[in-house]
Structure formats: C-alpha cells, structure tokens
C-alpha cells in the first residue's frame, strides 16, 4: 500500500471519532479525516482546543462536532455514545489517540498514581471505548478502528516501565477484539506505531531532542487517512516511517 494523502472526499459520508483531538497527532488525525470528507467528532478534556481544532476544520472546509470527555470517567463514554447514537445510525471509524505517559523512571520508582492514570486513560477506557462502540461500529457498512501503540509496548526498555505494559495491554485488548469482530462482522482493526513524532508527549519524555529531528503529526494523520481510504485486513499492524 502506498503512502500519502488520500484523494479529497475519499471519506465522504463516512462518520469518525477521533480520541486525544485536542491536540498532537489526535488533532492532526481529525483534520486529516475532515479533509478527506469524514464528519469529526472531537473528543478530549480541553474543551478550548477541541474548538480551535474545530475552527481550523471548519476554515477548511471540512465538518466536526466537538464532545468534550474525560476519559478517565467511564460514565462519561458511556454518554457519548448514547449522545453518537442520538445522532448517526453508525460510526464508520473509530480512532484511539489519547494516551498518558507516566513520568520515566526505573520499575521499582514508579509513581503509582500516575501509573493508575495511564492504567485508566491507556488501557480501561480503551475497552470502555470499544464496548460503548461497538454496536455502532457493528452498523456501520465497513466500521474500522485505529489504535495507536507505541514500540515499547512489543519492545520493553528500561525507565519506560509503566508506560510500555499500559501499551503492551492495549495491544492485546485490541487484537483480541479484532480476532472476535473479525468473523462475525465488517469492523476491521489496525494497530499503528507512530514513531517518532512530534508531540507533547514527545518533549517530555525526551526534553533535550531538538523538535526538527522528528517528524511532524500531519505525516501520521496522513498516513491514517490514506490508511482508511485505501482500506486494510483485519489486524493489521503497521509502523509508521517519516
């Protein structure tokens, strides 16, 4: 499959759900779908920047609704996709960005409530999402999903602990649900590495690395949006270069 921006209207009448929206490779993710003709629902915590991710999709010509959520409130998913299916009959994609990294540090130092923090955000809503979902997702024509990982979850490195088992577990979560959805559905799901990107997160995990030297998230979101137009198998799994 090659790489690079989907054609324009590729994902025209197409609805998706972008998590993390708020900003990084979630925001970038959103207005790479928006361009590509999908209807965005924004979600996140920062209602201020879900809504200058918003604008710019709107200056764009694209379309997005924003739903601010935290998603360490179950309850809170939960009423988003009572509020989604108020609205659409499907939800043709599904794309899980949000992520907390715990601070870094040696197993026998982690901070446990920053490990119960990426524990929540990076594995328990993950199935929490997944769940609330589903039927949507069931409904939809070809409903996909797209979780983003990172290699230390397939690769555990010392110092980062905390944050690659929450990933680890993310990965099983995922390709376990593909392995159920697979036969008795058309949902499809990919798990993506990003790789070295251009983040927040990014930064603080490695404050001395000089921003230029990694890519940006636009190549990422590119990357997903020509993903979902060109279409892929079920569990597929992918690094992302750039």
């Known amino acids: 499959m090659s790489e690079g921006t989907p054609a324009s209207g590729a994902l025209t009448g197409r609805t998706a759900l972008v998590t993390g929206a708020s900003r990084g490779i979630g925001a970038a993710t959103a ?89 929540t955000i990076n594995l328990l809503a993950t199935q929490v999402l997944l769940a609330s979902f589903d039927p949507l997702l ?29 990933k680890a577990a993310f990965d099983t979560l995922l390709d376990s649900y593909a392995q159920e959805v697979g036969s008795i559905s058309n949902v499809r799901v990919a798990i993506l590495d990003p790789g070295a990107t251009r983040t927040q997160m990014r930064a603080r995990a490695y404050p001395g690395e000089d921003p230029a030297s990694v890519k940006d998230p636009r190549v990422v979101a590119e990357r997903i949006a020509a993903l979902l137009a060109e279409d892929f198998e079920n569990r597929h799994r992918e690094r992302i270069a750039g």
């Open 31 to 119: 207005q790479a779908l928006a361009a590509a003709g999908a209807h965005v629902v924004l979600t996140g915590r920062d209602a201020r920047a879900l809504e200058a991710v918003e604008d710019a999709i709107d200056a764009s010509g694209g379309t997005a609704t924003i739903a601010p959520v935290d998603l360490a409130e179950s309850d809170g998913i939960a009423r988003l996709a009572t509020a989604l299916a108020g609205r659409w009959d499907t939800l043709d994609i599904l794309v899980i960005a949000a992520a907390y990294l715990p601070q870094l540090g040696p197993v026998s130092q982690i901070d446990g409530k920053q490990f119960g923090q990426a524990i």
């Open 138 to 166: 069931k409904r939809a024509p070809a409903g996909r999903v797209i979780g983003l990982t990172s290699s230390v979850g397939a690769a555990p490195r010392a110092y980062w602990g905390a944050y690659g088992a929450t």
